[in-house]
């Protein structure tokens, strides 16, 4: 594969962009949540902690880029956190069947056992995939119908880049616990 030099440099530009959006909101005042100390998963991130942060954090960007009011971007960002469950519960079940899948393709047994144990497994996880495509569909469709087409655009490329960078937060809060743990 080529190194794509101008690829990452809008990659880097994108990320530059998304931090320099994000410092300008509740991040800069109150930073990711952090694993807790008293857990020793390297991953652990405290739920209860990270609520609060991430419903005030989605309603002042809700309000900001919507050009509502709070209450109204409040409203917004319960519905989200509604989504996020299902779709966290979702993303849960799929990441344990992806860990299935390496277990299955990397342990013993020659192809045809392994695709007779795979093929279910496989079925959930398009079930699962599905489920998470039709989840986000409904939370826009049920937002979508309180706003104007262009606060609709805004909402879209609002939800997609907080969800990425929240992604972000949470690997980098996880890799400063894995570093922590190893120190």
């Known amino acids: ?4 030099p101008e690829g990452e440099n809008m990659r880097k530009h994108i990320i530059l962009t998304i931090a320099i959006l994000v410092t300008t909101t509740a991040i800069a005042q109150q930073g990711f949540p952090r694993p807790r100390r ?17 419903m005030k954090l ?23 956190s509604i989504y996020d469950r299902d779709f966290l519960q979702r993303a849960h079940q799929m990441m344990q069947l992806r860990a299935r ?31 998470q495509q039709e989840l986000k569909q409904k939370f826009e469709d049920d937002i979508r119908s309180q706003l104007s087409p262009a606060q609709q655009v805004r909402l ?10 929240i992604r972000e937060g949470i690997r980098e809060a996880v890799k400063e616990g894995r570093q922590r743990r190893m120190n």
Do not use: C, Y
């Not at 989605?58 to 989200?80: F, N």
């Not at 879209?156 to 960078?165: A, E, F, N, S, W």
């Open 101 to 131: 899948f390496n277990q299955i393709l990397l342990g013993p047994g020659g192809e045809d056992d392994k695709n007779a144990h795979l093929k279910p497994l496989l079925d959930q996880f398009l079930d699962q995939r599905r489920q």
């Open 38 to 54: 008293d857990d020793t998963r390297a991953d652990a991130i405290d739920a209860a902690a990270a609520a609060p942060w991430l």
């Open 156 to 165: 879209i490329i609002l939800v997609d880049d907080l969800q990425k960078t």
């Open 1 to 4: 594969m080529k190194a794509d």
């Open 58 to 80: 989605r309603t002042q960007r809700i309000s900001e880029t919507l050009g509502v009011s709070e209450d109204r971007a409040k409203g917004i960002a319960q519905r989200w």
